[in-house]
């Protein structure tokens, strides 16, 4: 089945040590998302992937920062984490949501939840 | 400011009963309306998604209904199971571009 693979699903890594999420996809999606979620809240968007052009939120610390080697392919890395980073980071893809496409669905990877020590 | 608001909160049923989520929103311009339903520790999965022309759109048991001049929105969930437990969240579409503007979801826990 095509999906959204994310791994590890949990991750524990020391504050201030850099930490990277990885995400693989097999939609053969343009657009790939990262989304910060902390419990019980709404994810928040970090930033995007259309093809190769990355597209940072403006509030998205410096942080934290991402790279997509190739379609398949995207990974969040957490420069210096801090307390307040630990969350669940959620993956998702989109074929496009440009001109007409704005009507397709985002698809989710489960997650990882990142745990700072 | 845009904006989606979910109620209830929470909601406890019991198994085989109906229930119905609200979701209402101030969003401009209007793209679509999504709803999405996430269990406890996986990413959320898309339920439905309407545009301004649609009232309704089924899944199986999940109905989503739309009234974009009132700009309400509500899930209604048919003779629930145990395995509906879940948040179910209300994601607004600002725009043709990738702006999503997020409820805050509605905790849904069904009993035996």
């Known amino acids: 089945d095509a999906m959204v693979i994310q791994n590890p699903r949990y991750q524990v890594t020391q504050f201030g040590k850099p930490v990277t999420l990885s995400c693989s996809q097999t939609?053969?999606?343009?657009?790939m998302y990262w989304y910060q979620q902390k419990s019980s809240q709404a994810p928040k968007l970090l930033f995007h992937?259309?093809?190769?052009?990355?597209?940072n939120e403006a509030d998205t610390p410096d942080n934290f920062q991402s790279r997509r080697p190739n379609t398949s392919f995207c990974f969040l890395d957490i420069r210096s984490p801090g307390l307040g980073d630990a969350a669940m980071y959620l993956c998702?893809?989109?074929?496009?949501?440009?001109?007409?496409?704005?009507?397709?669905?985002?698809?989710f990877g489960d997650g990882t939840r990142l745990s700072i020590l | 400011k845009n904006q989606v608001e979910q109620s209830p909160q929470s909601l406890i049923i019991l198994e085989g009963k109906n229930c119905t989520l609200q979701?209402?929103?101030?969003?401009?311009?209007?793209?679509?309306l999504r709803w999405y339903k996430q269990d406890t520790g996986r990413g959320p999965v898309s339920l439905t998604i309407m545009t301004f022309s649609e009232n309704t759109k089924s899944n199986g048991r999940y109905t989503a209904t739309l009234d974009a001049d009132t700009k309400q929105s509500s899930l209604h969930i048919t003779a629930s199971q145990l395995s509906d437990s879940a948040s179910y969240i209300c994601v607004v579409s600002a725009g043709s571009n990738y702006q999503l503007i997020w409820g805050a979801g509605t905790k849904l826990i069904i009993k035996p």
């Open positions: 998702a893809t989109s074929l496009t949501y440009r001109d007409r496409g704005s009507n397709q669905p985002q698809h």
């Open positions: 939609l053969n999606h343009n657009v």
């Open positions: 979701c209402n929103y101030t969003v401009s311009p209007f793209s679509n």
């Open positions: 992937y259309y093809d190769k052009d990355f597209n």
